[in-house]
């Protein structure tokens, strides 16, 4: 399979707190993008860094790209509530390789 | 600002029966894709369509599947003979350009429950 795993599995954390996810893949890339799942909807795009950006922000969301190791991170700082939800990279092969994700948890 | 939209939200059907999943992408984009997450899995890719043709397939996406954009709006998934297996959220995602270089846009989804 293209896409390798996400780690944490799953993490809990305390509102105000920093939330860090690593994501890794397996063969090479054009970019490599980040999407949230809220429970029973669909995916919504969070961020895409391509395969010559090293750190991309936007928001209280940082991404980060290694090529050599192929991994990225996703670091969301002064987390909240609301941030709750299951966290995937994906990336583009000859197709679309999701990760097996995040599970989020922010405790208020 | 625009959304995916899909209907209906859940399907109940028979297996051997024929479902058709149906989804109205974001009207300016040009690329179409379905993805099935079976309960408590990671999303799959199933189909990719661009210019009234597939582009991509999965290896999921058998003589059972077919997806079809029968009008300048809508874009469906249909599959002929339903197994139990195919019981999963089905989501529809359009895309401006290829998705290589541009965000997928999602619907929230079809529950396809065979019984």
């Known amino acids: 399979s293209q896409q390798g795993e996400e780690d944490p599995q799953a993490l809990s954390i305390q509102e105000g707190e920093n939330a860090t996810m690593n994501c890794s893949y397996k063969?090479?890339?054009?970019?490599l993008q980040w999407y949230r799942q809220n429970s029973g909807r669909g995916l919504v795009h969070l961020i895409l860094?391509?395969?010559?950006?090293r750190e991309k922000h936007s928001g209280r969301l940082r991404v980060t790209l290694d090529t050599s190791k192929k991994s990225s991170s996703l670091l969301i700082t002064a987390s909240r509530a609301a941030d709750t939800a299951s966290y995937f990279c994906?990336?583009?092969?000859?197709?679309?390789?999701f990760g097996t994700g995040t599970s989020l948890t922010v405790i208020p | 600002e625009p959304e995916v939209t899909q209907t209906p939200s859940h399907q109940v059907t028979q297996m051997g029966q024929e479902v058709i999943l149906r989804c109205v992408p974001i009207?300016?984009?040009?690329?179409f894709y379905w993805y099935r997450q079976i309960l408590g899995q990671k999303v799959e890719f199933l189909v990719s369509?661009?210019?009234?043709?597939?582009?991509?397939k999965s290896e999921i996406f058998d003589d059972q599947f077919s997806v079809e954009r029968p009008d300048g709006s809508n874009f469906t998934l249909k599959i002929r003979s339903t197994k139990l297996e195919d019981s999963a959220m089905y989501f529809c995602?359009?895309?401006?350009?290829?998705?290589?270089?541009?965000?997928?846009?999602f619907g929230d989804g079809t529950r396809l429950s065979i019984l």
């Open positions: 369509f661009y210019n009234n043709e597939i582009s991509e």
């Open positions: 994906a990336t583009w092969g000859n197709q679309f390789y």
């Open positions: 063969t090479s890339i054009n970019n």
């Open positions: 860094i391509r395969s010559n950006e």
């Open positions: 009207s300016n984009h040009l690329y």
């Open positions: 995602a359009s895309s401006e350009a290829w998705t290589g270089n541009q965000p997928q846009h």
